[in-house]
């Protein structure tokens, strides 16, 4: 038997918070897989959680995450129940918040009539119709792309705020948080949240107190715990990148695990969670309150190893008065102590378009290192790397365009670092951004840092002697628009320049400069603009 912390006081929380409860009263959601990203409806009565790589989603075992339910009925959670085809396909489907009334869900991602994956993406909408939940129909925002595997994020109760993160073009390191606005029925381009929120790693999973003012986020670039850690920080003005330095919600939420997916409640001072820490070694579903005058003793039933309705039983013992809330886990075994001065690297390699892991290299090059490999089974990799250096991080698989980040680790006290990578399929039509590759400004003059990552385009091609690739070239909509084409042209051939220097043959590289026509955001901020002066090549042929 093991003791956790999980879902014990939503009833006093909603519709049953008077009720004494009996000691069958709960059954927990948790199983053997992922839960994740939990949502509980207006009312109280519904909650609605996504599931990885359970046997019964769409796309069975290899389907990175359905969306599931359970219900509240005379006291009693219900057993898990999967949410059907309308609302899941073979992509990541998860709940992105609620209308007021709960009766329309907002949702991650597009979706396809077909029940395959969308090209798409944004969000989508569904709506109550008494019998069930009707077609998503798909919500377009404005500029919004997102390169990682991962969707999260939630929809403010009132409708028109939705927090997000995603790794795009203008990230300060892999996934940032950012905002956008329902305006008179149309959705804003994306806002980066800014440097106070965001790291050079992951942020993820944000959500809104009530009055909109709390951001919650879950990081592991900032000091913490564990892997992910819980933040808070306060909005202190409405241009949304003023924030107070970030908080960590501290022991009685974060771990030596990985904590994700704070979602405050919206009628009290408690909130849900997931968490890695006291479970099967998935992320499971926890609840957590401030300190009441009552004892709640949770104990679970570990379940079936392919088992979700037979999910743990929940025991809550009588309320006792003028105590605290209590909860007894399971001691966490001390791991392996790292040699001095070191950082222990791991995480996964997903497919960008399927979410599912892949096996690929995973390679650490810094000022004093030739070069680190770490090996991804298509479980993961974990690498140890020695602390306060710089590192380029080149991310290899059979299949698919490889990827380049950088690494920066600047404290000693740091022991365990989570780095997730995505990596996009071959395929004909995908463009790749090379965002390290950098010019003197106004100029066509490659800068050396960002020979690495050309040198990483030269082993693709290499590696992938039938591919073929189009450079193009984009700057911002700033000066004279013919400048612009002849610069961004320059800046093209100076790309295939380079590229054939190193064996690759011309015929194979073929570019094109647009100047500022096609934008990837507006131009209304530097930081925009940034993102939409820019060197990218799409694969032609392969």
């Not at 769409?58 to 057993?79: C, E």
């Not at 140890?384 to 299949?399: C, D, H, N």
Request: proline content about 6%.
């Amino acid at each position: 038997m093991r003791l956790v912390f999980p879902f014990v006081l939503i009833a006093f929380t909603t519709a049953l918070h008077a009720q004494v409860l009996s000691s069958e009263s709960f059954r927990s959601v948790n199983s053997y897989y992922d839960e994740q990203n939990p949502m509980l409806s207006p009312d109280g009565q519904t909650l609605f959680f996504t599931v990885s790589n359970h046997p019964s989603n769409i796309g069975g075992k290899k389907d990175p995450g359905d969306i599931w339910y359970s219900r509240l009925t005379g006291g009693q959670w219900s057993a898990p129940i999967h949410a059907g085809t309308l609302l899941n396909d073979r992509a990541y489907n998860a709940v992105a918040g609620f209308s007021d009334n709960g009766q329309q869900l907002f949702l991650h991602g597009h979706y396809d009539p077909s029940g395959e994956r969308a090209r798409t993406q944004g969000i989508a909408i569904s709506t109550n119709t008494g019998s069930g939940w009707s077609r998503p129909a798909n919500i377009s925002i404005p500029y919004y792309q997102n390169k990682s595997g991962i969707l999260c994020g939630t929809i403010s109760n009132d409708g028109t705020v939705f927090v997000f993160s995603a790794d795009t073009y203008g990230s300060h390191g892999v996934d940032d948080i950012y905002v956008s606005f329902n305006e008179n029925g149309k959705w804003t381009e994306p806002k980066n949240l800014g440097a106070t929120i965001n790291t050079q790693f992951q942020e993820l999973s944000p959500s809104l107190s009530a009055d909109g003012m709390t951001l919650f986020f879950s990081s592991n670039g900032l000091k913490g715990n564990g892997s992910f850690d819980v933040f808070s920080a306060t909005r202190l003005d409405d241009s949304w990148t003023n924030w107070s330095s970030p908080k960590n919600l501290g022991p009685e939420i974060n771990s030596p695990g990985r904590e994700l997916y704070y979602r405050p409640l919206r009628t009290s001072d408690a909130a849900l969670f997931t968490s890695t820490i006291n479970s099967d070694g998935y992320g499971d579903i926890k609840f957590y309150k401030s300190p009441e005058p009552s004892v709640v003793t949770v104990a679970t039933v570990d379940p079936p190893k392919d088992s979700v309705a037979d999910d743990p039983i929940v025991r809550i013992s009588p309320p006792r008065v003028d105590t605290v809330m209590e909860y007894v886990e399971v001691p966490i075994e001390k791991p392996a102590e790292l040699p001095p001065n070191t950082i222990k690297v791991y995480g996964k390699v997903i497919n960008a378009k399927t979410g599912e892991n892949i096996p690929a290299t995973v390679s650490f090059v810094g000022p004093a290192q030739p070069g680190l490999v770490a090996e991804s089974t298509g479980v993961g990799y974990t690498i140890a790397i020695p602390s306060t250096q710089e590192y380029t991080i080149s991310i290899e698989a059979k299949g698919y365009v490889s990827t380049l980040e950088k690494l920066n680790v600047n404290t000693y006290e740091m022991k365990e670092l989570e780095m997730n990578f995505s990596l996009q399929p071959l395929a004909l039509g995908t463009t790749v951004n090379l965002k390290n590759v950098l010019f003197a400004q106004t100029k066509a003059d490659i800068l050396p840092e960002s020979y690495p990552e050309l040198d990483l385009v030269v082993h693709f091609l290499q590696t992938n002697p039938n591919v073929r690739i189009e450079l193009a070239g984009h700057t911002d909509n700033r000066g004279i628009h013919t400048d612009n084409v002849k610069l961004s042209q320059q800046r093209v051939n100076k790309v295939k320049e380079y590229l054939v220097s190193k064996g690759i043959e011309a015929k194979r590289i073929s570019g094109k400069g647009y100047g500022g026509t096609k934008p990837i955001a507006s131009n209304d901020s530097e930081e925009s603009r940034r993102m939409n002066r820019r060197v990218e090549f799409t694969i032609k042929r392969f």
